[in-house]
């Protein structure tokens, strides 16, 4: 049987950390943008 726990489908993009909250916050890849859901902040693709 696979022990192996299931994989949370993140849509969060890797390498991209919020400059406000710091490295381990990561920003929620958008359309056209990166954002944080923690502190709301956002930047541009
Ligand atoms: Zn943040």
Same mark, same amino acid.
Do not use: I
């Given at each position: ?11 969060? &993009? &890797? ?31």
């Amino acid at each position: 049987m696979a022990k192996d726990a299931k994989k949370k489908p993140k849509a969060y &993009v &890797v390498g991209k950390n919020c400059p406000k909250c710091g490295p381990g916050n990561k920003l929620a890849g958008h359309k056209d943008r990166f954002g944080c859901g923690k502190c709301g902040y956002y930047e541009r693709k």
